[in-house]
């Protein structure tokens, strides 16, 4: 498996998508489950961080979905994230209050339509 700190190489994602792809199923499975308990801060933050990244990544694409862009322009969107990478972790642990409330509105069926 690779490490979330090292650097990523076009190697490095075509193991990893391969790795993703078969285990899939697991990984689905063990999502349902954690879902089922309530999160701790850790996993807030690590969420709001996920979801900062992500607004980052469409704004950085321009747009465009993030899966559909080739690896080679992963790689340079990556490149350009792990530059504002610090500062996107301070406004996701200011934001961890906001996933909280999401949190115990998902629990509470709140978020239900």
């Known amino acids: ?13 075509i193991k990893a998508s391969r790795s993703m792809k078969r285990k899939s199923k697991i990984i689905a499975k ?4 954690k879902l089922k308990r309530f999160a701790d801060t850790k996993t807030l933050e690590r ?14 694409a321009g747009g465009k979905d993030y ?3 080739s690896l080679s322009q992963r790689l340079m ?25 999401q949190e115990i509105a998902r629990h509470l069926g709140l978020g239900k339509k």
């Open 77 to 101: 969107l990556i490149k350009k994230l792990d530059k504002i990478l610090p500062r996107l972790k301070k406004i996701a642990k200011r934001m961890v209050k906001v996933k909280r409330q």
């Open 1 to 13: 498996m690779i490490i979330e700190g090292r650097k990523w190489t076009l190697a490095d994602m």
């Open 47 to 60: 969420r709001a961080l996920q979801s900062l990244k992500l607004q980052k990544k469409k704004k950085l």
């Open 67 to 69: 899966g559909d862009l």
């Open 30 to 33: 063990r999502r349902v489950q």
